[in-house]
């Protein structure tokens, strides 16, 4: 079993950074691949961003490139979201996200453990 914990989320103005953590439970978090997943009110879950466990190959979102840094820690156990350039659109709750072997994929069901969330509120 994989516990993943997320922190850093929070309220910032618009044109702002947040760095997000996501901590992980288990000796094999080098073979994970983590992502991030954003879900606003009333919509369905989307993919934000992701990193392979072997290449450190990483993938974004149209919405999110060249705004936001996903980086990995694996001596840590934590993958990063660093999210620059904030705007009001970005406001949701951000979960991190573990497949076991995977490439990195932009879809949900490819996603073996969920974290429980972490708000990011931007106000404009």
């Known amino acids: 079993q994989v516990q993943l914990v997320e922190s850093g989320g929070g309220l910032v103005q618009a044109g702002g950074s947040l760095r997000l953590s996501c901590t992980a439970s288990g000796r094999t978090f080098s073979s994970y691949a983590m992502g991030w997943f954003r879900q606003s009110s009333g919509k369905e879950r989307e993919f934000v961003a992701a990193i392979s466990w072997s290449t450190g190959s990483t993938y974004y979102a149209d919405s999110v490139k060249g705004r936001f840094t996903i980086s990995r820690d694996n001596a840590k156990n934590t993958v990063y979201l660093q999210m620059n350039s904030l705007k009001s659109e970005d406001t949701a709750v951000y979960y991190c996200?573990?497949?076991?072997w995977g490439v990195g994929s932009r879809e949900v069901n490819e996603y073996d453990y969920w974290g429980q969330g972490t708000q990011v509120t931007v106000s404009s």
């Open positions: 996200a573990a497949d076991v």
